[in-house]
C-alpha cells in the first residue's frame, strides 16, 4: 500500500515538473498554479497592501494539487500520514523533486504540515541549485498574502521564529506575517460591542446566581470562543447558530420550570420540547402575546438550516447572537 502511494503521488508531481519546466522561475510563474511569485493587485501611487483584500482559502489554484488532496481524502489516518511523510522528505537538495518544492508546501500547506514543512526545508533543502527553497518561500509568501486567516497566531509565531535567522530572501514574509496578525486581531475584535459586552455580563451574572448548576454560562462562553478569529466557514457558522439555539430553549426551559415550580403545577418537564416551553411560558403569564411572538422567531431564525447571511456567515451569526443575548437577559431581569 506504501508503494502504491508514493508512485500516485510520483505521478503528480512528475507532472508537476513539467508544467514548472513550461511555467516556472524564469517567467515568474509557479508551474501549475494560477498565481506566480508575486501577487498582483497592488495600484499604483497607492501604499503598497502586502495581503489580499480578502482572504479565501480556495483563492490559489491547481488542477495537480486537486488531484493530490482528493487520494489524500481517500487514505486512512495511518496513510494519510505516510502521504504527509512521503512528501515531507521530497523537501530536500537530494530529492528529484526538489524545483516543485513549493507544489510539495501547498499540499502539506492544505493538510496542515506548513510549519513541519519549513522545519524540515531549512534543514535539508536549503541551498540547492535549482532554487527550490527559493520558491518554496516564495509560495508560504503566496499562501500567507491569500490565505492568511486560515493559520492562526501560533503558527505565524512558530513561523516568524524560523525566518529570523534566515538570511534567504523571503518575499516579505516577515511583513505579510505581522499584516496578517494584525488581521487576525481586528478580526477577534470585530465583534466587541461594550454594550453588548456588558449586558452579557449581566446575563451570567444573574444566571450563576438564579441558576448555579446550569450549563448555560459554558454555552455562551462556547459560543464566545467560535468568534475568537479565523475563517468562519459554513461548519462554523452551522455550529455557532446551533449553539444559540441551544441557548434559547435551554434558558428558557429554566426559566419556564422555576415558573412551574413556584406555581406548583406539572405542565413540563426537562424533556418538554421548546414548543410546549414557550407555549407554558405564555399560558403563565410571563410572556406577552408580543414576546412569544419574539422569542419563538428568533428561535426559528437561530436554525443553521434555515437562515441566510445577511452579509457573511460571521455578521448573521453575530447579529443573531446580540439579540439572543438581550432577549434573555430582558426575561432574567423580569423573572427576578
Given at each position: 500500500?506504501?508503494k502504491s502511494?508514493?508512485e ?7 507532472e ?13 510563474g509557479?508551474?501549475?498554479f ?6 498582483k493587485?497592488n ?11 480578502k ?6 489554484k ?12 481517500t487514505?486512512?489516518k495511518?496513510?494519510k500520514?505516510?502521504?504527509c ?9 537530494q530529492?528529484?523533486?526538489a ?5 510539495i ?8 504540515t ?6 524540515k526545508?531549512q534543514?535539508?533543502?536549503k541551498r540547492?541549485?535549482?532554487h527550490?527553497?527559493?520558491n518554496?518561500?516564495?509560495m ?13 497566531q501560533d503558527?505565524?509565531?512558530q ?6 535567522k534566515d ?11 505581522n ?10 475584535l ?11 455580563e ?11 448548576d446550569?450549563?448555560i454560562?459554558d454555552?455562551?462562553v462556547g459560543?464566545?470562543?467560535l ?5 468562519f466557514?459554513?461548519?462554523?457558522f452551522?455550529?455557532?447558530?446551533d ?9 428558557t426551559?429554566?426559566?419556564?420550570l422555576?415558573i412551574?415550580k ?9 424533556q ?6 414557550f407555549d407554558?411560558l ?7 402575546d ?14 443553521s ?7 457573511s456567515?460571521r455578521?448573521?451569526?453575530r ?18
Open positions: 500500500m506504501q502511494i508514493h500516485k503521488i510520483n505521478t503528480v508531481l512528475n508537476e515538473r513539467r508544467a514548472y519546466q513550461a511555467n516556472g522561475r524564469q517567467h515568474g509557479l508551474g501549475s494560477n498565481i506566480g511569485i508575486q501577487q493587485w495600484v499604483l501611487g497607492k501604499i503598497p497592501e502586502l495581503l489580499c483584500p482572504s479565501d482559502p480556495n483563492a490559489v491547481s488542477k495537480n494539487v486537486d488531484i493530490l488532496l482528493k487520494l489524500y481524502c487514505l486512512n495511518e496513510d500520514k505516510r502521504f511523510d512521503y512528501l515531507l522528505t521530497q523537501l530536500s537538495r530529492s528529484d523533486y524545483d516543485v518544492a513549493y507544489f508546501l501547498f499540499v502539506l500547506h492544505k493538510t496542515d506548513r510549519v513541519k514543512a519549513l522545519k526545508a534543514r535539508t533543502l540547492d541549485s535549482v527550490g527553497y527559493s518554496f518561500l516564495a508560504l509568501s503566496q499562501i500567507v498574502s491569500y490565505e492568511y486567516l486560515t493559520i492562526n503558527e505565524y509565531n513561523i516568524e521564529s524560523l525566518l529570523q538570511n534567504e530572501y523571503n518575499f516579505q514574509l516577515i511583513e505579510k506575517i499584516s496578517a496578525k494584525l488581521k487576525l486581531l481586528e478580526l477577534k470585530q465583534d466587541v460591542n461594550p454594550e453588548i459586552n456588558t449586558d452579557r449581566e446575563l451570567l451574572g444573574i444566571w450563576h446566581r438564579e441558576f448555579p446550569s450549563k454560562p454555552l455562551i459560543i464566545e470562543e468568534f475568537q478569529g479565523g475563517e466557514a459554513d461548519t462554523k452551522a455550529t455557532c447558530i449553539r444559540i439555539r441551544v441557548l434559547i430553549v435551554e434558558t426551559r429554566n426559566i419556564a422555576r412551574q413556584k406555581r406548583k403545577d406539572i405542565k413540563i418537564n426537562k418538554s420540547d421548546e414548543h410546549t416551553v407554558y405564555r399560558s403563565a403569564g410571563f410572556l406577552e408580543a414576546e412569544w411572538n419574539l422569542v419563538r422567531a428568533l428561535h426559528d431564525l437561530s436554525s438550516s434555515g437562515v441566510h447571511a445577511i452579509s456567515n455578521e448573521c451569526a447579529l443573531i447572537k446580540n439579540m439572543t443575548y438581550e432577549i434573555v437577559l430582558l426575561m432574567l431581569r423580569k423573572q427576578i
